[in-house]
């Protein structure tokens, strides 16, 4: 499955992907509703997370799910049905990428944008693409950002 | 209203008074955000003749109206007060994640009044304001001051000032993630504040007018820049991309302060040359998809490690040409210890040339100096005297009152060295080859500036925008050309759109944009006309400060001494072309020979 492949050394930290994301979800810029995230340390390093949709992981959420809401509804990506959503942040504590979130009551994650990611048109320097990826590139991300915390 | 928080956040140091008040309906249609909030703000509430660096001036942090929307290149943000250097309004842009995450937390405009009794941090979470002590903080530069704070606050954005802010070095600067507001002191206002920083978090949801519509458009301009053909070399080689064009083909970059246009050493400044050896990776400003931005960093030899975002083509002017400097490394830690200490590396690096050039004519001597040999072109000097200015140490505590009040002090004729405009020492453009900005240094509000105007754009290529055949020579027509630029800049300003890509947007592309933010319906001349109100309304507050004509001149040396070679060779402004110039400009503005707006002028453009 082709997923959003995050390249670090290319990453400016503009943060388009982020106001992007939410904007196009969401129909409002806010941080905190982007299902990719920009993680910043120093004057040196950001990193993209988002999710890899199992190209590098077990898919843990769709497991620990216990009204099995989050799966693949449309052939593109693993998604959280909102609908049918409990909020009991299982998923969030699951991903071991931390690329699933909490916003009031629901769990949300990128979807790949029904398979034409926003944000992936709006890195210019192409830090993020939209291809099948390889788990070591997933890895460096997910160990750049947690150095980071 | 959709694209506004909707607040204003108002907190008195003296007494420890936090007010949130509701943004004034009519001020958004009138001044809509970033420079004309702060302008206007400025106007009602720093009494005349306020001492800059007492109680009564107050700091404005104004977000550009666009700050936190993913429309490219739009996440500037201004600092705004009387400035200590100019005694004039004083705003400085940068492109720092500080105005969106304000807006986040609910306030379109922050203003910061009195006097704290001991160092202190303002802490904003949303509702929840704070004054901190940062009595641990003080002495500390602007790096290790940010990462304390967030170490205590968590994912904040903290803008501080380091230790040339402390001491009130007049153009001491203000830094947020390696991003200055640079010109005019307004470090200097904070450090007299006793304010060290301002950090901010953030939740709040912004909300466009049109989601989808907005959506369309920042993609096409997006993509729009992405195609363009300056994309790479501004992203390779950042803003010094055009020095060498500067001095081979224009002759006006400004040399050993100012005695030369063209820098015989320049090649090893170029980032054709440095770019490739020393850039790491791309650094941009929120929102930018065309970072010019980049981290310069060296690995080997006594500044190994050393890290910072640059080296910006007015830095390779000022801590480079200027200072007769020609080795990169060094030129870097010039760059660095001015980021640290929080300096504006332009003046600074004007005022140690300023002295290095005083020094070769005698008129300061080594006992002046301390037992320095303050030659051109020698980076010890250099660095020493940067550091002794953010300390304030021998003669760096007169060069850090700025070189018009250095050369007051100095006296012995250094008054003809002194290159600055209302005091304000000049960026990089030896406007005796470009005559329309001669006239923008002049009439600039904050003093000596590029930024106002970005007329250097259109007088070195003949083109831009509407105009054409412009021959940077020629006095003609640069009256109503500086006006016209000036006013459409300053929109840049309110929307916090980044000069760099003016050749996209123009006026004309934001009426869309703004519509789809805000659902106000604008004109491209009544957006133009924003600008015009708001250029006056800065005007009218630096008469109300006292200025003149006479505060519109040009100095000795760009009035008498020409371009000794390269191509501008032989070019000055003279008396008359300068008069000339002015008159025109006056006229454009609809301004008295003195400067003075008319009755219908101020009513005209709503300003009563």
């Given at each position: 499955m082709r997923a959003i492949v995050p390249h670090l050394e290319l990453c400016t930290g503009c943060r388009m992907c982020e106001m992007a994301c939410s904007l196009h979800h969401e129909g409002l810029v806010n941080r905190e509703w982007g299902r990719i995230r920009i993680h910043r340390k120093g004057i040196e390093h950001y990193v993209p997370v988002a999710c890899n949709q199992g190209a590098s992981c077990d898919k843990e959420c769709v497991k620990v799910c216990p009204v099995d809401c989050?799966?693949?509804?449309?052939?593109h990506a693993i998604e959280v049905v909102r609908e049918e959503c409990i909020g009991c942040g299982e998923c969030v504590e699951a991903c071991p990428y931390n690329a699933i979130h909490m916003r009031g009551d629901v769990a949300f994650k990128c979807n790949l944008c029904d398979g034409d990611p926003t944000c992936v048109k709006f890195c210019s320097l192409k830090a993020i693409t939209f291809e099948e990826g390889v788990p070591e590139e997933f890895d460096r991300a997910k160990d750049a950002a947690e150095a980071m915390r | 209203m959709n694209g506004f928080a909707g607040r204003i956040l108002k907190i008195d140091l003296t007494t420890g008074a936090v007010e949130k008040s509701p943004l004034p309906e009519a001020f958004i249609r009138t001044y809509l955000g970033g420079t004309g909030f702060a302008a206007r703000f400025l106007y009602d509430n720093v009494p005349p003749n306020a001492d800059a660096l007492g109680p009564s001036n107050v700091l404005i942090l104004a977000p550009g109206l666009l700050n936190g929307f993913p429309v490219p290149t739009g996440g500037k943000v201004l600092f705004c007060a009387k400035s200590p250097l100019t005694g004039t309004i004083a705003e400085s842009v940068m492109g720092a994640r500080l105005g969106s995450e304000l807006k986040r937390a609910g306030y379109d405009l922050l203003l910061v009044s009195g006097v704290s009794g001991s160092p202190c941090y303002i802490y904003i979470d949303d509702e929840d304001v704070e004054i901190k002590d940062a009595g641990g903080l003080w002495g500390k530069d602007t790096r290790a001051t940010a990462e304390d704070i967030r170490r205590t606050e968590g994912d904040a954005v903290v803008a501080c000032i380091g230790i040339a802010g402390e001491n009130l070095v007049r153009y001491a600067n203000i830094d947020c993630e390696d991003r200055q507001s640079g010109r005019g002191g307004l470090g200097a206002v904070m450090g007299s504040k006793r304010l060290k920083a301002i950090a901010v978090k953030g939740t709040g949801n912004l909300r466009p007018h049109d989601a989808d519509k907005l959506m369309d458009l920042c993609l096409r301009y997006t993509e729009r820049m992405i195609e363009s053909t300056a994309f790479n070399d501004d992203t390779k080689y950042?803003?010094?991309?055009?020095l060498e064009w500067m001095n081979s083909e224009k002759g006006t970059f400004p040399t050993r302060n100012w005695r030369e246009g063209v820098f015989d050493d320049r090649e090893k400044i170029d980032p054709y040359h440095w770019a490739p050896l020393y850039t790491k990776r791309n650094n941009a400003c929120l929102a930018c998809p065309k970072p010019c931005g980049r981290i310069f960093g060296i690995d080997e030899g006594k500044y190994a490690g050393l890290r910072i975002d640059g080296i910006e083509y007015e830095l390779l002017y000022s801590l480079g040409g200027l200072c007769g400097m020609g080795d990169i490394e060094e030129l870097a830690r010039a760059n660095e210890l001015c980021d640290l200490h929080g300096l504006d590396g332009i003046s600074a690096g004007a005022a140690v040339a300023f002295a290095m050039d005083l020094f070769q004519d005698g008129i300061l001597t080594r006992e002046d100096t301390g037992g320095l040999d303050l030659e051109f072109g020698d980076p010890e000097a250099e660095l020493k005297l940067i550091e002794m200015i953010a300390r304030r140490e021998g003669l760096g505590d007169v060069l850090a009152e700025g070189v018009k009040r250095a050369s007051e002090r100095i006296g012995k004729g250094s008054e003809d060295y002194a290159v600055h405009v209302k005091g304000m020492e000049p960026p990089a453009y030896d406007v005796r080859g470009i005559k329309g900005m001669a006239l923008a240094f002049m009439t600039s509000s904050r003093g000596a500036c590029h930024l106002r105007s970005c007329a250097y754009a259109l007088e070195l290529t003949g083109k831009f925008w509407k105009f054409e055949g412009v021959d940077r020579f020629s006095t003609k027509g640069k009256g109503v050309e500086i006006k016209e630029l000036e006013d459409m800049m300053t929109v840049y300003d309110v929307l916090g759109v980044c000069k760099f890509s003016r050749g996209f947007f123009l006026a004309e592309g934001f009426v869309d944009i703004l519509r789809t933010v805000t659902g106000l319906e604008f004109s491209e001349s009544e957006i133009l006309g924003l600008g015009e109100r708001i250029n006056n309304l800065k005007h009218m507050f630096n008469l109300r400060e006292g200025l003149t004509r006479d505060d519109f001149r040009l100095p000795k040396r760009l009035l008498t001494l020409p371009i000794p070679e390269g191509v501008s060779k032989g070019h000055v402004v003279t008396e008359e072309e300068m008069n000339k110039m002015l008159d025109d400009y006056f006229e454009a503005r609809g301004w008295?020979?003195?400067g003075l707006p008319t009755e219908e002028k101020i009513s005209g453009l709503d300003l009563v």
């Open positions: 989050i799966r693949d509804v449309n052939g | 950042g803003t010094g991309e055009f008295s020979k003195e």
